[in-house]
């Protein structure tokens, strides 16, 4: 869910004066004797969308303390159950999984995704299933995640030079500007073989992608009170919409131009250098799917796979959180150099053999998950759940940040324990992950039929960006200054106030 500004509710609290508290006499809704998950009280109209605050998933939180881990909450005029724990969140991924597998419409979605035909936010049906497993056999497969290794090696590369240009004295760098730089660089590359950089070195692709999350995860009017469509109008939402897409379907558009006329002349011969569109149009040509795919498509495809910040975010966290305690810093510090030892660069190898560096990776995402509340799914039939009744069409958030922190389940939830990865003692038991937990209690890239197909694509990015940070850099705060850990909401959760760090430059000499 997303917060609601105060400007947002100026228009809404006018008409609720002036036009619903009158339609709420004449159409007061009748005794519902089914037994509903526990709510907190609502208001007329608006339901319980004023509680939501500037961080939802902080504030649903708050509210499940009280009513309990599966709380049902009326959003505008949508039912929405929000799920707090990780028993609960068993019982919507795994048991009824099925049954909490759709989407609900996103005005934005729907106009920015081609009618919501990317993987993430498309509804459950054929499309969805045809279009989830092209990704996961094709675009994010072990083979071809490895394939771009070179790819994010490059990248990586130019970051780490980046950063020694910027270690002039005692200046800082902008560690939020530089990850964002190269996550967007490295997905631009593998989803259009192109960083689209202008010649100050801002990619193109990147501006508009982000722009484009931005305006999805705004409040929309129409998605929670429909009768008040007219709001997005009046206040611009709706035209800001129209005017993003529109630039966005001019790129993308252009780009698909030129990867049918390469394949016209004869296309990439590597299969190795393919990137994520030239794959696409292959299958789509070569009549390999099951579901017919339009150039649209294609296009809302790509922009699942280049609409996200998870790299950037949670590098910045998991810098940030190392940088608060210094005795994880310097352990994880000295596992990666004394694994890399005097090697002039990094090889996937050496990645894999830094088990306590995947733990700091492990923890930070448990702290800061990217997607704090998943993204919403909606129920395709009334379902029971631990004896109350969910109807058909209400709206699922699973409070990832909640569950994660959960003190019934986490020792010391708030801290930055690393170590709490470190030992591995799954004994094979079903359902539980290779440190023995409830696989349940740590989910990050969600569950079910909804988990992330990108995960493995997005974790060697994070890896290997990581690890040439901390082999390569020391790092220090500027002028004595105390970091903050405070959340600015989004799509992704990102750090308030960017991250600025001092580099100093780490030889294999020191």
Same mark, same amino acid.
């Given at each position: 869910?997303?917060?609601?500004?105060?400007?947002?509710?100026?228009?809404?609290?006018?008409?609720?004066?002036?036009?619903?508290?009158?339609?709420?006499? +004449?159409?007061?809704?009748?005794?519902?004797?089914? &037994?509903?998950? @526990?709510?907190?009280?609502?208001?007329?109209?608006?339901?319980?969308?004023?509680?939501?605050?500037?961080?939802?998933?902080?504030?649903?939180? =708050?509210?499940?303390?009280?009513? $309990?881990?599966?709380?049902?909450?009326?959003?505008?005029?949508?039912?929405? +159950?929000?799920?707090?724990?990780?028993?609960?969140?068993?019982?919507?991924?795994?048991?009824?999984?099925?049954?909490?597998? /759709?989407?609900?419409? /996103?005005?934005?979605?729907?106009?920015?995704?081609?009618?919501?035909?990317?993987?993430?936010?498309?509804?459950?049906?054929?499309?969805?299933?045809?279009?989830?497993?092209?990704?996961?056999?094709?675009?994010?497969?072990?083979?071809?995640?490895?394939?771009?290794?070179?790819?994010? #090696?490059?990248?990586?590369?130019?970051?780490?030079?980046?950063?020694?240009?910027?270690?002039?004295?005692?200046?800082?760098?902008?560690?939020?500007?530089?990850?964002?730089?190269?996550?967007? &660089?490295?997905?631009?590359?593998?989803?259009? $073989?192109?960083?689209?950089?202008?010649?100050?070195? !801002?990619?193109?692709?990147? #501006?508009?992608?982000?722009?484009?999350?931005?305006?999805?995860?705004?409040?929309?009017?129409?998605?929670?009170?429909?009768?008040?469509?007219?709001?997005?109008?009046?206040?611009?939402?709706?035209?800001?919409?129209?005017?993003?897409?529109?630039?966005?379907?001019?790129? +993308?558009?252009?780009?698909?131009?030129?990867?049918?006329?390469?394949?016209?002349?004869?296309?990439?011969?590597?299969?190795?250098?393919?990137?994520?569109?030239?794959?696409?149009?292959?299958?789509?040509?070569?009549?390999?799917?099951?579901?017919?795919?339009?150039?649209?498509?294609?296009?809302?495809?790509?922009?699942?796979?280049?609409?996200?910040?998870?790299?950037?975010?949670?590098?910045?966290?998991?810098?940030?959180?190392?940088?608060?305690?210094? =005795?994880?810093?310097?352990?994880?510090?000295?596992?990666?150099?004394?694994?890399?030892?005097?090697? =002039?660069?990094?090889?996937?190898?050496?990645?894999?053999?830094?088990?306590?560096?995947?733990?700091?990776?492990?923890?930070?995402?448990?702290?800061?998950? @990217?997607?704090?509340?998943?993204?919403?799914?909606?129920?395709?039939?009334?379902?029971?759940?631990?004896?109350?009744?969910?109807?058909?069409?209400?709206?699922?958030?699973? &409070?990832?940040?909640?569950?994660?922190?959960?003190?019934?389940?986490?020792?010391?939830? &708030?801290?930055?324990?690393?170590?709490?990865?470190?030992? !591995?003692?799954?004994?094979?038991? !079903?359902?539980?992950?290779?440190?023995?937990?409830?696989?349940?209690?740590?989910?990050?890239? $969600?569950?079910?039929?909804?988990?992330?197909?990108?995960?493995?694509?997005?974790? =060697? /990015?994070?890896?290997?960006?990581?690890?040439?940070?901390?082999?390569?850099?020391?790092?220090?705060?500027?002028?004595?200054?105390? +970091?903050?850990?405070?959340?600015?909401?989004?799509?992704?959760?990102?750090?308030?106030?960017?991250?600025?760090?001092?580099?100093?430059?780490?030889?294999?000499?020191?």
């Amino acid at each position: 869910m997303y917060p609601i500004s105060k400007f947002d509710l100026i228009p809404l609290s006018l008409c609720l004066i002036f036009f619903f508290l009158v339609l709420l006499k +004449l159409f007061k809704p009748k005794n519902n004797t089914k &037994n509903l998950p @526990p709510s907190p009280p609502k208001l007329p109209i608006i339901g319980n969308l004023h509680q939501l605050g500037s961080l939802p998933h902080q504030s649903l939180a =708050a509210l499940s303390d009280k009513h $309990g881990p599966l709380m049902l909450l009326k959003l505008g005029q949508v039912p929405t +159950l929000v799920v707090s724990s990780a028993e609960m969140a068993r019982e919507v991924m795994k048991t009824h999984d099925l049954n909490f597998s /759709s989407r609900p419409l /996103s005005t934005a979605a729907n106009i920015l995704l081609y009618q919501s035909h990317d993987v993430a936010f498309a509804p459950y049906g054929d499309y969805w299933r045809q279009a989830r497993k092209i990704c996961a056999l094709e675009l994010f497969s072990v083979k071809r995640v490895e394939s771009f290794q070179y790819v994010r #090696d490059e990248e990586v590369a130019v970051l780490v030079d980046r950063i020694r240009r910027g270690c002039d004295g005692e200046g800082s760098v902008n560690l939020c500007e530089l990850f964002l730089s190269t996550s967007n &660089n490295i997905v631009s590359r593998c989803m259009m $073989g192109d960083k689209f950089e202008d010649e100050n070195g !801002k990619s193109r692709f990147g #501006d508009i992608s982000r722009r484009a999350m931005v305006i999805i995860t705004a409040f929309c009017f129409a998605d929670f009170l429909p009768a008040l469509w007219w709001i997005d109008v009046v206040r611009g939402f709706d035209g800001e919409l129209k005017k993003c897409f529109t630039t966005l379907d001019a790129f +993308l558009s252009k780009v698909v131009e030129e990867h049918m006329a390469k394949m016209r002349a004869g296309g990439e011969s590597d299969e190795s250098k393919k990137d994520f569109m030239d794959i696409m149009l292959q299958l789509m040509q070569g009549e390999k799917v099951d579901y017919h795919f339009s150039l649209d498509h294609l296009k809302a495809i790509d922009m699942f796979v280049g609409g996200s910040d998870t790299t950037a975010t949670g590098l910045e966290w998991t810098m940030t959180e190392l940088m608060r305690n210094r =005795a994880a810093m310097d352990k994880v510090q000295e596992e990666v150099r004394r694994v890399v030892g005097k090697k =002039a660069r990094i090889e996937v190898e050496d990645i894999e053999k830094m088990e306590y560096m995947k733990c700091v990776i492990k923890e930070s995402l448990r702290l800061h998950p @990217p997607l704090p509340l998943l993204i919403p799914r909606e129920t395709m039939g009334d379902v029971e759940i631990e004896g109350y009744h969910i109807p058909s069409k209400a709206r699922v958030f699973v &409070n990832v940040w909640a569950i994660q922190r959960d003190p019934k389940i986490w020792e010391r939830p &708030n801290e930055f324990i690393p170590e709490r990865f470190m030992e !591995k003692n799954s004994g094979g038991q !079903k359902g539980r992950d290779e440190y023995g937990r409830d696989e349940y209690e740590f989910i990050s890239f $969600g569950g079910g039929r909804r988990k992330c197909p990108g995960m493995s694509f997005g974790l =060697a /990015s994070f890896e290997c960006a990581l690890a040439n940070l901390l082999h390569w850099f020391d790092w220090k705060l500027p002028n004595g200054s105390e +970091l903050d850990v405070e959340e600015e909401n989004g799509l992704t959760v990102r750090k308030k106030i960017p991250l600025h760090l001092n580099p100093i430059p780490y030889t294999l000499s020191n």
